[in-house]
């Protein structure tokens, strides 16, 4: 019988029975290997509130909540995608987001004297030498 995804759908291999878990969005009653498990940050603070308060030297607590869907609600939550016929067989990591970098940000005193300073000389430069041919 072909098989539309190489595990079924599921990771518990030749395992039999196995217990069964509750989905955190709709309630369904789903098998555990079936269920897709995210760990995610969560933070009682909004996000532009602590980065304030971690510049002034505030310790922001951030939990780390572990959540349990079914497929359904993964899709519909965006955790999974539906995949081509071709991509279905390949294994996917649910944690492969990149890390995001706090962007330093350069004082805006000093900054637009530096950009306007090159600015007219990279302008003059380049008339001149479209001058000169
Ligand atoms: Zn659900």
């Known amino acids: 019988m072909p098989k539309k ?3 079924r759908g599921r990771h518990k291999g030749d395992k039999g029975k196995e217990p069964m878990v509750y989905c955190d969005n709709c309630g369904k009653l789903v098998p555990r290997s079936k269920a897709v498990r ?3 940050p969560y933070s009682p603070v909004p996000g ?7 510049k002034q030297g505030a310790i922001v607590p951030r939990y780390y909540v572990t959540k349990t869907y079914c497929i359904n609600c993964a899709i519909y939550l965006g955790i999974l995608k ?15 987001a ?3 970098r706090e962007v330093i940000t350069v004082p805006p005193a000093s900054k637009p ?4 300073t090159p600015a007219p000389s990279t302008s003059q430069g380049t008339q001149g030498a479209q001058a000169k041919p």
């Open 113 to 116: 004297s530096q950009t306007q």
């Open 38 to 40: 995210v760990t995610v």
């Open 5 to 7: 995804r190489k595990n």
């Open 98 to 100: 990149p890390a995001r």
């Open 48 to 54: 532009d509130l602590a980065r304030e308060l971690e």
């Open 82 to 96: 539906v995949r081509a016929e071709d991509e279905r067989k390949r294994k996917v990591s649910l944690t492969k």
